[in-house]
């Protein structure tokens, strides 16, 4: 029988693991550790000094691959996706193959937690042959950034909305929605919304040392976020960042 646990470990503080990530964890006898070229070094280095921190189970061993990557520039954004996806899945498969067999369970450590904009789960269903998949719930960026900002996510019997910087550009702002939270977000799409009257909450490499926060009118902190972000790239050559917008000024 194998076993896959799709592990969600927070966004990036080992402070942030759960008691139930620290014991799947221990019981896994593989751990999976991808590598996403040496612009996203700084990722592996994470998940390395998670099982450095937490690991006691002494037979489990760790294996670094490196993860295909997504043609993002093909016209068909769903069939590019669903192709990595089937990339990854037989780059999963290999490397279970080559260091466990079809016997033991399997450990991912994934960013943030699996059910939210993370297509580990979708992953782990291509999978031959067909493990147990297991998940253990993490620490979201969502709740990262609202913990950053001492802010709560929804106002008082209010409903938001959780999208993607793609869909906020292309389609603007939801209709009957006051609060926004926007992921995956490759060009600060909020730049091409109306300000007028909009609050954002922003955060970059939450719970890592080099965390940045800024809230305010959009109209007056979006240049400076812009430019943070701009900033934070060519440091590390990659930047996470989440954000929550919000019609009306926020009440005190």
């Not at 192709?83 to 290999?94: E, I, R």
Request: charged share 25%.
């Amino acid at each position: 029988m194998l076993t896959l646990s799709l592990i969600g470990i927070g966004c990036g503080d080992p402070g942030q693991l759960t008691l139930a990530a620290v014991r799947a964890i221990n019981a896994a006898d593989l751990i999976l550790i991808p590598r996403k070229g040496a612009a996203k070094a700084d990722l592996a280095d994470l998940r390395r000094t998670i099982c450095e921190q937490v690991l006691d189970n002494q037979r489990a061993r760790l294996a670094e691959f490196d993860l295909p990557v997504r043609d993002a520039e093909g016209e068909d954004y769903r069939k590019g996706v669903d192709d990595w996806h089937d990339a990854v899945a037989q780059a999963w498969s290999g490397e279970i193959a080559r260091h466990l067999g079809d016997r033991g369970k399997v450990a991912l450590l994934i960013w943030g937690d699996p059910s939210l904009y993370d297509s580990s789960l979708r992953i782990a269903r291509r999978l031959q042959p067909a493990p147990t998949i297991e998940v253990v719930p993490g620490v979201t960026a969502i709740q990262a950034l609202c913990a950053a900002h001492r802010i709560p996510l929804n106002e008082i019997a209010e409903p938001f909305l959780v999208t993607t910087g793609r869909r906020l550009r292309d389609a603007g702002w939801p209709v009957g929605i006051d609060t926004v939270v926007v992921m995956l977000d490759g060009g600060a799409a909020f730049q091409s919304l109306d300000s007028k009257g909009v609050h954002i909450w922003w955060g970059a490499c939450l719970g890592m040392p080099d965390q940045l926060i800024m809230a305010g009118p959009l109209a007056e902190v979006g240049p400076a976020i812009v430019a943070a972000r701009q900033e934070a790239r060519a440091s590390h050559g990659w930047i996470m960042d989440t954000y929550i917008l919000r019609r009306n000024a926020p009440r005190a």
